[in-house]
């Protein structure tokens, strides 16, 4: 079952906006990315809840019908991936119960690592789960708990530990509120904007281009902002930790290039990381013809890494982008059909040439493997691969999804073997001082680089 705890999740929510669901939609549609599984929405009132969730992509899972029953000026939603294996319908969130107290519904991105135990106790009280997901447990706890709405949150995330931001959408016979929530070490991105009257919160501020919100905050680690009918409290949770931890990985990998996540344009911080690898590389007198990015998340580091060293930048592959998460394979075998599926190489822009190729990392290495046979194939003389982060050493517990750490290529290999086995010609990454370098010295998460875990890893 843990195993289906490891995602990658975005929320998005409306308050006091008409057509709140349709552009909850749309948040979640420039939240693609950051989970395709499946999608949700739940709108309310001070009166009632409507909900829909379904497997597939945001686009799949509404159409104008199915977003016109979700009434009301508010919602939340979210996307989700999880690891093949759990891809249950009642997996998807938001999760939504109802109780004497009134209705509660919660989208959550991040992992929480007590989860197990929590679910366990639970149940030895007599709970009833009804997913594998360890954002049940929020419910449950919250249910039990009894005060103001502000007392009751504190109450249940004081129980809590591990990566949230969560949208708890609540209501009871007088009041509808709204709360968007950070855990005390500020894991995963969550931002805040004002749209018409209302406010539009989500996990990136590329959905609030799309829907036309104009950025107010990103919230800070701990950080709760409750919308209720008479306006909107900031305030900080009860339960404190020894220090922030916004997750680096947002800015190398997850986060959209056109995200400003932890107050930080993504897109600038990878051209940043390709003009560091780029400076290494003038120093050690590398002899290149062109830098070329994997497409699409290693192309504004490469792009960096052109500007700082001067050499020309060039497509190399094309990506395919309308890639589901499964496509039909012929019987008769086609030789690397997996990749070239996703990347084709342009063989006029590769022939006889010593290339730079940037990519954002190296998770099991199957992928670079592919792509430098394909680019060989086509022609291509040498291969110095960059990676625009350092070594991926140990799994992620805070909501990324990562293999176990035995399936991470560079727990087990040096890096003159993992050259090898990757038929790369040189291979340099980051370093973890470089990353310090690179976040200003800034208190971020970086446990899958350095096995340093700010909040502990999972006990069960
Ligand atoms: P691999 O073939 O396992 O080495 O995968 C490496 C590729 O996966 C890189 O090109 C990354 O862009 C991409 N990648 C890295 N982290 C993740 C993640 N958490 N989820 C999906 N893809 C990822």
């Given at each position: ?35 395709q599984?499946?999608?949700?929405i739940v709108?309310g ?16 899972v ?8 979700l009434?009301g ?97 609540y209501r ?22 004002r749209?018409q ?25 701990g ?13 900080k ?13 947002e800015?190398?990998?997850?986060s959209r ?36 990015g ?49 990347q ?29 046979m394909l680019?060989r ?66 208190s ?10 700010p ?6």
């Amino acid at each position: 079952m843990k195993s289906s705890w490891r995602e990658n999740c975005g929320v998005f929510g409306i308050w006091k906006v008409p057509e709140a669901a349709h552009l909850n939609y749309l948040g979640l549609f420039a939240l693609q990315h950051r989970g395709q599984e499946g999608a949700g929405i739940v709108s309310g009132t001070h009166e009632s809840f409507w909900g829909r969730r379904s497997s597939g992509l945001v686009s799949q899972v509404f159409d104008r019908e199915a977003l016109n029953q979700l009434q009301g000026e508010t919602a939340i939603g979210h996307v989700r991936y999880s690891t093949v294996g759990n891809q249950a319908d009642k997996n998807l969130q938001p999760l939504w119960v109802q109780g004497e107290w009134g209705e509660l519904a919660v989208a959550h991105n991040g992992t929480l690592t007590n989860a197990q135990e929590l679910r366990l106790e639970l149940e030895s009280q007599g709970s009833v789960f009804q997913s594998s997901v360890d954002t049940e447990v929020i419910l449950h706890l919250f249910a039990r708990t009894k005060g103001s709405f502000r007392e009751r949150i504190d109450a249940t995330l004081s129980r809590v530990a591990g990566a949230f931001s969560l949208l708890i959408l609540y209501r009871d016979s007088k009041e509808l509120r709204l709360a968007a929530i950070k855990d005390p070490f500020g894991f995963r991105p969550l931002c805040v904007g004002r749209l018409q009257e209302g406010y539009a919160i989500g996990s990136e501020s590329c959905a609030f281009d799309l829907v036309g919100a104009s950025w107010e905050a990103e919230l800070e680690a701990g950080e709760v902002y409750e919308f209720h009918s008479k306006g909107v409290d900031r305030w900080k949770l009860n339960s404190k930790a020894p220090r922030t931890a916004p997750c680096v990985f947002e800015w190398i990998y997850f986060s959209r290039p056109d995200s400003n996540s932890f107050g930080r344009s993504v897109y600038e911080f990878r051209k940043q990381t390709g003009a560091l690898l780029a400076e290494r590389d003038q120093r050690a007198s590398l002899r290149a013809d062109l830098v070329m990015g994997v497409p699409d998340s290693g192309i504004p580091a490469a792009i960096g890494y052109s500007q700082q060293s001067g050499l020309p930048f060039e497509m190399g592959l094309i990506r395919n982008h309308y890639i589901g998460r499964t496509f039909i394979e012929p019987h008769q075998s086609i030789r690397d059909f997996r990749v070239k599926i996703k990347q084709n190489p342009l063989p006029k822009s590769l022939e006889g040439k010593r290339i730079v190729v940037v990519d954002d990392s190296i998770v099991r290495g199957t992928t670079s493997r592919k792509i430098n046979m394909l680019l060989r194939e086509a022609g291509a003389r040498e291969i110095h691969l960059r990676i625009a982060a350092p070594p991926t050493i140990s799994p992620c517990y805070y909501g990324i999804d990562t293999p176990t750490e035995n399936e991470l290529i560079a727990s087990k290999k040096s890096i003159e073997e993992i050259r090898d086995f990757i038929f790369a010609d040189s291979l340099e990454y980051l370093s973890l001082e470089d990353l310090r370098q690179l976040t200003q010295g800034a208190s971020v998460c970086h446990a899958c680089f350095s096995k340093d875990y700010p909040s502990g890893i999972p006990k069960l």
